[in-house]
């Protein structure tokens, strides 16, 4: 069974950031996709980034390039999610998701989800 539990959100002012975790669990995650999505009231959950776990290749929104960032860290199998310059925007609750397949960035194509972590950012 494949756990993913996100932490590390919060409430910070424009142009700060944060650095979300998800610790992952229940698996051998080698040949794992990892993706961070995002929701906020009354719209629909959108792509952020994602992640090979094996070779570490991203992928980017374009929205999130250059103020995002993900990463691995394969010893302590969590992935983390580096938010830069935020904006009232971002404002949204984080999921991390995870799949046994190729990279994707559509919600639907990933099978296991985090319970989510919220970020607010005030103007």
């Known amino acids: 069974q494949v756990q993913l539990v996100e932490s590390g959100g919060g409430l910070v002012q424009a142009g700060g950031s944060l650095r979300l975790s998800c610790a992952a669990s229940g698996r051998t995650f080698s040949s794992y996709a990892m993706g961070w999505f995002r929701q906020a009231p009354g719209k629909e959950r959108e792509f952020v980034a994602a992640i090979r776990w094996s070779g570490g290749s991203t992928y980017y929104a374009d929205s999130m390039k250059g103020r995002f960032t993900i990463s691995r860290d394969n010893s302590k199998n969590t992935v983390y999610l580096q938010m830069n310059s935020l904006k009232p925007e971002d404002t949204a609750v984080y999921y991390c998701?995870?799949?046994?397949?190729?990279?994707?960035?559509?919600?639907?194509?990933?099978?296991?989800w985090g319970q989510g972590t919220q970020v607010t950012v005030s103007s």
């Open positions: 998701a995870a799949r046994n397949s190729p990279m994707a960035t559509g919600w639907a194509q990933f099978d296991y």
